[in-house]
């Protein structure tokens, strides 16, 4: 009896603890890139937005370093406890474990969250070229092999995996010049030093009103207001190309789900709430969101498109 009593007991003055709902205490926000940057910028929505459904602050901690891994790697080995979080573009989540032997993760290392939001891109060219659609590009490219070169941010980026997609997808022979970032490559571009590039709506949205740059398509699954009479890369031809820059909310491994789960829903409804929208749309980007389940389905269609290019690229490095 005195037994039964005692385990009643226990059980009694432990219930509070059990009882107490997730979150209790502010929760950790890992970015693996730069401050200031258009992932850092994401996770500081998120972190503005979700304390009014979670109760709790969220705190962005810049991690950057070795390709995006550093940050990654901390998050991934985390306490699978809710309370640190990473918010990761592709290149960091995917692209990086592919292309460095030692990052010491990759994405089967994290739980999915929600899709955050997505960047298309846009095929810019120099006006100088005399062609005014994909399909004369191609052709052009065929015509003149080894001629035309493109621009990129650097090797493993995002815009330089999609160009050689493109050139993979159209059989096309088109010349790789990286540049020290994005700015510098899309200038390239304007200054004639190269022909094309792929680059974001948001930086290279005003350089095609004012007639610096062409645009021949966009990777986004519809056409962009911004930008209507420009089709999309499934309308020319090459559904393989619609893709962009995404960001991820992601959580350690093992997390429990009914957590996964509150900080979905709570993703969500940041998602479809203002000053979100607003804020995504100045940045280019277009909200996503949906269930976990969608993130990890996204997440397996992008290894699937993206590994054959970096293991044909031969991008492997220490």
């Known amino acids: ?153 650097g090797v493993g980026t995002l815009p330089h995996l999609t160009a050689e997609l493109f050139k993979k997808e159209t059989g096309t022979q088109i010349v790789h010049v990286p540049y020290k970032g994005g700015g510098p490559a899309l200038t390239a571009v304007v200054a004639g030093e190269v022909q094309m590039t792929f680059d974001t709506l948001a930086t290279s949205r005003q350089l095609v009103e004012d007639g610096k740059l062409r645009a021949l398509a966009v990777s986004s699954p519809k056409r962009l207001a911004e930008l209507p009479n420009v089709p999309t890369m499934a309308e020319t031809g090459y559904p393989a190309l619609t893709t962009g820059a995404w960001t991820a909310l992601m959580a350690p491994h093992d997390t429990p789900s009914e957590i996964v789960d509150k900080l979905n829903a709570a993703t969500n409804a940041a998602l479809l709430a203002e000053p979100m929208a607003s804020a995504l749309a100045k940045l280019g980007a277009q909200p996503r969101g949906g269930t976990p389940k969608d993130l990890a389905d996204h997440i397996a269609r992008e290894l699937k498109k993206w590994m054959p290019i970096i293991q044909a690229l031969n991008l492997k490095t220490e």
């Not at 007991?9 to 693996?32: D, G, M």
């Open 1 to 153: 009896m005195r037994r039964l009593f005692a385990l009643w007991l226990a059980l009694l003055l432990a219930a509070p603890a059990f009882a107490q709902p997730y979150p209790t205490h502010s929760i950790r926000i890992i970015v693996p890139t730069p401050a200031g940057g258009p992932v850092d910028v994401m996770a500081r929505l998120i972190g503005n937005a979700l304390p009014a459904t979670l109760g709790q602050p969220l705190i962005v901690e810049n991690r950057p370093g070795a390709g995006n891994t550093l940050g990654s790697k901390q998050a991934a080995s985390a306490e699978p406890d809710g309370y640190t979080l990473m918010v990761s573009a592709a290149s960091g989540l995917i692209m990086s474990p592919l292309i460095y032997k030692n990052a010491g993760y990759d994405a089967a290392s994290f739980a999915p969250v929600a899709l955050i939001a997505e960047t298309p891109q846009v095929l810019v060219i120099n006006p100088q070229l005399p062609v005014k659609s994909v399909t004369e590009l191609i052709a052009y490219a065929k015509a003149n092999p080894g001629r035309l070169n493109y621009s990129t941010g």
